[in-house]
């Protein structure tokens, strides 16, 4: 099947900003709505956006809203997902991951907000 690779994360200071990547192997990403989530250490996994095929319909959750913000570019296989105004609540792992069907997930990538 199709895999999905996270990437961008790191540590940024409260007020800061950090640009997330998914990038998806084959052709086939068009077919997929996209959506991201957000594991904390002793959480359960959490919604945070998601954006539809054409790119023209995305959802937020009521934690990230105003602050966050997914997009895709279909011809580079890939989904964003831009953070702004992080806040330590915001650490976590970010994993991306088509939002209809099961699947594996990927190994995420670490966003860590310092006070």
């Known amino acids: 099947q199709v895999q999905f690779v996270e990437s961008g994360g790191g540590l940024v200071q409260a007020g800061g900003s950090l640009r997330l990547s998914c990038a998806a192997s084959g052709r086939t990403f068009s077919s997929y709505a996209m959506g991201w989530f957000r594991q904390a250490p002793g959480k359960e996994r959490e919604f945070v956006a998601t954006?539809?095929?054409?790119?023209?319909?995305?959802k937020y959750a009521d934690s990230v809203k105003g602050r966050f913000t997914i997009s895709r570019d279909n011809a580079k296989n890939t989904v964003y997902l831009q953070m702004n105004s992080l806040k330590p609540e915001d650490t976590a792992v970010y994993y991306c991951?088509?939002?209809?069907?099961?699947?594996?997930w990927g190994q995420g990538t670490q966003v860590t907000v310092s006070t």
């Open positions: 954006i539809n095929t054409g790119g023209t319909l995305t």
């Open positions: 991951k088509p939002t209809v069907g099961p699947g594996p």
